[in-house]
């Protein structure tokens, strides 16, 4: 019983470990091929295993009829012998040598017996039964081993193709002569016996074990095939993720009956589990709702903030500036001309602002050619110069030759013109700013990507502000000194370019550092190894 549970245990155990989510319990590579069940398994042993003993206990039985049976001709062959052995020696102690012959040819009417040889001292027949066994004599050694010793001799042999088995026992012929004779009998019908007794035993067997095979499939099935069957689907059920199978056996009491308990039971677990889960998930999308709307409410202040600020001063100022012209006609030329450059001014300074938050909504497509970082880098230096030479910051460009990615100059002439005034606003006491550029250095699903930097040496980003400082109107200045939008723009803008911008601290110098991914020109590269190429092809050609 203990072997039977193990098994159950572990088919149970493989079947659980088989079952996946989304296929079901496992299947042998083949597809078509079907395991062998452990009901089934169990089956064929027993079988087997009980066919073994009982065909062992067959098989011995057998052995034991065959001997039964030849020790009983044997027994009947040497009472005859004694028999004939006593009158022999009685009708030639009597002189009656013819009756002794008449004896021995009255033996021949016997079925039973083959022959009757009688020898005299020299090993001569002297008389016989059947003159047709006289033409095979395979008897001498045997018939000179009987005078010489005095003692019976048995052997079997092979007459016309048939077996006999023949028993030569010593006579005395009177007159202190002394003889022998041989008495014979065929052995067909002890074969006979043997091959009935074996088939009767064979037949037995067969049907002992087809009734045995019978009795056991049909308990094991119901017993252990069924409730196995009924766990595997259970199981298969859970793994399909229906929490809501149970399983169920006909029988309510035994080890299966205990399984199947708990694993209703864990069945009843899971699905607890499974709602809470749910509800859990639900009540943290419905916190995370809130705080996304809480964040764009805090996002919708800031924006307001400082857009109010920064539209509403230049306004106010148009305002009052516009107010005193109309007011005043009779200003000098000179303070109307100031005023007018005052409000044209802040008149550029609202159409910065609203500039600003339609690139960051911007849905036009980029124009694609292949773009030299080179000539972005420069362009962008001479832009910032003015702005860096005020500041104090000096301005470091390093150049790589034959670099091009794909992309639109425009707008990559945004992105870093941002970054980098937001380098040299980070740095009112002076510093260093570098630009640099490193061709198909990152790799990713096929793609090369050049990288770019933007280095200063100022304090640094926050840890704190790292992850929110690409975000909209996300900004540490104070209001009216920016709105957020330059950084957000930039990676508005680079995504749009199939790549990615980081943020991070300089770890070997204070400072930040802004690192550009974008996809390096395929063509354009082509191009230019085929151009550096075909002179090299020309000399060696």
Request: aromatic letters at 6%; hydrophobic letters at 40%.
């Given at each position: 019983?203990?072997?039977?549970?193990?098994?159950?245990?572990?088919?149970?155990?493989?079947?659980?470990?088989?079952?996946?989510?989304?296929?079901?319990?496992?299947?042998?590579?083949?597809?078509?091929?079907?395991?062998?069940?452990?009901?089934?398994?169990?089956?064929?042993?027993?079988?087997?295993?009980?066919?073994?003993?009982?065909?062992?206990?067959?098989?011995?039985?057998?052995?034991?009829?065959?001997?039964?049976?030849?020790?009983?001709?044997?027994?009947?062959?040497?009472?005859?012998?004694?028999?004939?052995?006593?009158?022999?020696?009685?009708?030639?102690?009597?002189?009656?040598?013819?009756?002794?012959?008449?004896?021995?040819?009255?033996?021949?009417?016997?079925?039973?017996?083959?022959?009757?040889?009688?020898?005299?001292?020299?090993?001569?027949?002297?008389?016989?039964?059947?003159?047709?066994?006289?033409?095979?004599?395979?008897?001498?050694?045997?018939?000179?081993?009987?005078?010489?010793?005095?003692?019976?001799?048995?052997?079997?042999?092979?007459?016309?193709?048939?077996?006999?088995?023949?028993?030569?026992?010593?006579?005395?012929?009177?007159?202190?002569?002394?003889?022998?004779?041989?008495?014979?009998?065929?052995?067909?019908?002890?074969?006979?016996?043997?091959?009935?007794?074996?088939?009767?035993?064979?037949?037995?067997?067969?049907?002992?074990?087809?009734?045995?095979?019978?009795?056991?499939?049909?308990?094991?099935?119901?017993?252990?095939?069924?409730?196995?069957?009924?766990?595997?689907?259970?199981?298969?059920?859970?793994?399909?993720?229906?929490?809501?199978?149970?399983?169920?056996?006909?029988?309510?009491?035994?080890?299966?009956?205990?399984?199947?308990?708990?694993?209703?039971?864990?069945?009843?677990?899971?699905?607890?589990?499974?709602?809470?889960?749910?509800?859990?998930?639900?009540?943290?999308?419905?916190?995370?709702?809130?705080?996304?709307?809480?964040d764009r409410l805090v996002m919708i202040g800031r924006i307001s903030a400082s857009v109010a600020h920064e539209m509403g001063t230049p306004l106010n100022v148009i305002d009052a500036r516009a107010a005193r012209l109309m007011h005043t006609p009779d200003l000098p030329l000179e303070v109307r001309q100031r005023n007018l450059t005052i409000i044209r001014e802040q008149s550029r300074r609202i159409g910065r602002v609203v500039r600003q938050l339609l690139d960051l909504s911007r849905t036009n497509g980029i124009r694609r050619q292949p773009v030299d970082l080179n000539e972005v880098f420069s362009d962008v230096g001479e832009l910032i110069e003015p702005q860096a030479r005020r500041n104090r910051v000096s301005v470091e460009i390093e150049r790589t030759p034959l670099f091009y990615i794909d992309g639109d100059k425009d707008m990559l002439h945004q992105v870093f013109l941002n970054l980098c005034i937001n380098s040299i606003q980070a740095m009112p006491?002076?510093?260093?700013?570098?630009?640099?550029?490193?061709?198909?250095?990152?790799?990713?699903?096929?793609?090369?990507?050049?990288?770019?930097?933007?280095?200063?040496?100022?304090?640094?980003?926050?840890?704190?502000?790292?992850?929110?400082?690409?975000?909209?109107?996300?900004?540490?200045?104070?209001?009216?000194?920016?709105?957020?939008?330059?950084?957000?723009?930039?990676?508005?803008?680079?995504?749009?370019?199939?790549?990615?911008?980081?943020?991070?601290?300089?770890?070997?110098?204070?400072?930040?550092?802004?690192?550009?991914?974008?996809?390096?020109?395929?063509?354009?590269?082509?191009?230019?190894?085929?151009?550096?190429?075909?002179?090299?092809?020309?000399?060696?050609?």
């Amino acid at each position: 019983m203990g072997a039977t549970e193990n098994l159950v245990g572990k088919e149970v155990a493989n079947a659980v470990r088989s079952t996946s989510p989304l296929r079901g319990p496992s299947q042998r590579d083949g597809g078509n091929e079907t395991p062998m069940t452990t009901s089934t398994r169990l089956i064929l042993f027993l079988t087997l295993a009980v066919g073994l003993v009982i065909g062992v206990i067959n098989y011995t039985g057998l052995r034991r009829r065959e001997a039964a049976l030849q020790a009983t001709m044997r027994s009947e062959l040497l009472a005859h012998a004694y028999t004939l052995q006593i009158a022999l020696e009685d009708l030639f102690k009597a002189d009656r040598s013819g009756d002794a012959s008449r004896l021995v040819d009255r033996l021949s009417e016997n079925p039973y017996l083959f022959r009757v040889i009688l020898f005299d001292e020299n090993a001569r027949v002297l008389m016989y039964s059947d003159q047709d066994s006289l033409g095979e004599q395979s008897y001498q050694p045997e018939v000179l081993s009987a005078l010489s010793s005095g003692e019976r001799v048995e052997y079997t042999h092979l007459i016309a193709g048939q077996e006999y088995l023949s028993l030569i026992l010593p006579v005395q012929l009177g007159s202190g002569r002394r003889g022998a004779f041989e008495i014979a009998q065929p052995t067909a019908s002890l074969l006979a016996d043997i091959a009935r007794t074996r088939l009767d035993h064979a037949i037995n067997l067969s049907v002992v074990v087809i009734v045995i095979f019978l009795i056991v499939t049909f308990v094991l099935r119901r017993s252990l095939g069924r409730p196995i069957k009924a766990l595997l689907e259970g199981a298969a059920a859970i793994g399909r993720g229906d929490l809501s199978y149970r399983v169920s056996l006909a029988t309510k009491t035994g080890e299966f009956a205990q399984l199947a308990n708990e694993f209703n039971r864990m069945a009843d677990s899971l699905s607890a589990q499974n709602a809470a889960a749910l509800q859990a998930s639900e009540q943290r999308l419905k916190l995370e709702r809130e705080l996304q709307h809480r964040d764009r409410l805090v996002m919708i202040g800031r924006i307001s903030a400082s857009v109010a600020h920064e539209m509403g001063t230049p306004l106010n100022v148009i305002d009052a500036r516009a107010a005193r012209l109309m007011h005043t006609p009779d200003l000098p030329l000179e303070v109307r001309q100031r005023n007018l450059t005052i409000i044209r001014e802040q008149s550029r300074r609202i159409g910065r602002v609203v500039r600003q938050l339609l690139d960051l909504s911007r849905t036009n497509g980029i124009r694609r050619q292949p773009v030299d970082l080179n000539e972005v880098f420069s362009d962008v230096g001479e832009l910032i110069e003015p702005q860096a030479r005020r500041n104090r910051v000096s301005v470091e460009i390093e150049r790589t030759p034959l670099f091009y990615i794909d992309g639109d100059k425009d707008m990559l002439h945004q992105v870093f013109l941002n970054l980098c005034i937001n380098s040299i606003q980070a740095m009112p006491r002076g510093g260093l700013l570098r630009l640099n550029c490193r061709p198909g250095v990152v790799e990713r699903d096929g793609v090369e990507f050049a990288v770019a930097q933007v280095l200063d040496t100022g304090p640094g980003i926050e840890p704190e502000h790292l992850e929110h400082i690409f975000d909209p109107f996300f900004t540490t200045k104070d209001v009216g000194q920016g709105t957020g939008l330059g950084l957000a723009v930039s990676r508005r803008i680079v995504e749009d370019h199939r790549g990615w911008i980081e943020a991070a601290n300089n770890e070997s110098e204070p400072g930040a550092i802004f690192t550009v991914f974008l996809p390096c020109s395929q063509e354009l590269a082509i191009t230019v190894s085929d151009e550096l190429l075909a002179p090299v092809d020309q000399e060696v050609g």
